[in-house]
Structures are given as C-alpha cells and as structure tokens.
C-alpha cells in the first residue's frame, strides 16, 4: 500500500455513459498525475496537478475527459459519453514536489466499457 | 523528453542476478533515470533512481556509465516474486515535464522456478 488510494477499483459501464473516478493521494503531496494504462502497454501520462492547479493536459485527454483537484486534496476524473475505446486502467499518482523524490502510484481503477 | 530502448522480455531462473539494461541516447544534462516496477492490476512502483555512476539500495543496484546514454538496473538473486514488468524512465525532476514520459512497454521479466 503506497498510501494513495482510489476509488472504485472497478467500474463497469455502457457505451455512453458517464463514469467518475476518485483519488486520494498522500496528504502532504502536493502534485497529483493521471495516467491511463491499456493492455500491454505502458501507463501514459493524461493530466498533471500542483495543488488545485491543473497545469500539464495530455493531447490523448479529449473533451470527453475532465478532471478537478479542488482544494488541492483529492481528485476526481470524469469521463463523459463512455467508448469502447475508453476501457483501460486509469492510474493516479502523487508526489511530494520537485527534487529526488518520486511518484507514487495508487492501485488503479480498471474501467470496462461494454 | 529523453526517448528509452529496453528489451521487451527476459526470462531468469530463480537464485540467478538479472540484469535490464536501457538506452537513451538523447538524455539531458538535468534528466535523472528512474526505474519502476509494475505487477499486473497495480500501480508502478519506484524501485531506484540515479544520475550517474552506480547507487544502491535493498531491491536493486542501477549502474550509469560516464557517457549516461544507457543504464542498467540489476536485481541480484531474484525470486518468482519478481516477476513483473520493470519500466525505465529519464527526465528532469524538477521540470513538471518529467512526470508527462510515457513510460513505453518496459521489460517483462519472468522468473523461473
């Protein structure tokens, strides 16, 4: 347990529609990533956080996708209208700040969009 | 953003040192290499980090040549619990592009009893 956790862990839906994901980093991080992983493949980077500023958005995050951090804690990630090609494992990460310190990741929410 | 070459598999038998190598030609003054390890349905997790020579922690040792256009992640007598996918990444600490690398397919290594 890295101390970041996520929330559901799964998530079924229908094509078309909307799904929101929580996370809950570590406390005192202050920068919080979303990333999304499909099978066999390697996480890639979807949105960036420094405490409730969202300052880095991926090309790969379409208008479909939204993401808030407010007061700087938790954040959630919405998916709006579901494709099929949105299932994959959405990943969320927090880190302190700049410097030698690292990510680290919470366990994933796996989202299956039938 | 430095771009990584690493094997796509390797398989060990159990007791063996295994080593992964990565390249990265292009990497910057300021970029930092950083391995990751991921079990599937869970989340990465740092495993070393460095910047030159070699470092060393209780998981791993990585080894950075002068020229830093490569480095090697060795685990030493590994275990069927490290079967897993080990992941390279170089960048900038300090520049929030460093978190933005797409971490690419990473290395399969399967350990074998």
């Known amino acids: 347990d890295t101390g970041v956790s996520q929330d559901p862990r799964h998530k079924i839906t229908k094509r078309g529609q909307n799904v929101t994901f929580r996370c809950d980093p570590i406390?005192?991080?202050?920068?919080l990533y979303w990333y999304r992983q499909t099978l066999g493949q390697g996480p890639e980077f979807l949105t960036y956080?420094?405490?409730?500023?969202?300052?880095?958005k991926s090309r790969l995050l379409s208008d479909r996708f939204s993401a808030e951090r407010p007061k700087g804690s938790f954040s959630t990630l919405e998916i709006q209208r579901t494709e099929q090609g949105d299932s994959a494992m959405y990943l969320c990460?927090?880190?302190?700040?700049?410097?030698?310190?690292?990510?680290?990741f919470g366990p994933g929410t796996r989202l299956t969009v039938l | 953003l430095a771009k990584t070459t690493q094997p796509i598999s390797m398989d060990s038998y159990e007791g063996q040192e295994v080593n992964i190598t990565c390249s990265h030609n292009?990497?910057?003054?300021?970029?930092?290499i950083t391995w990751y390890q991921q079990f599937p349905s869970q989340g990465p997790r740092f495993i070393i980090q460095g910047y030159k020579t070699k470092v060393t922690n209780e998981v791993a040792s990585l080894f950075i040549p002068a020229d830093r256009k490569s480095s090697t992640l060795s685990l030493p007598r590994v275990s069927l619990s490290d079967t897993a996918v080990y992941y390279c990444l170089v960048g900038d600490p300090d520049s929030g592009g460093y978190q933005k690398v797409t971490f690419g397919i990473g290395t399969k290594l399967q350990v074998i009893p």
């Open positions: 956080f420094q405490n409730e500023a969202q300052l880095e």
């Open positions: 292009n990497i910057a003054t300021n970029d930092y």
């Open positions: 990460a927090s880190r302190l700040g700049g410097g030698m310190d690292t990510q680290y």
């Open positions: 406390s005192e991080h202050n920068r």
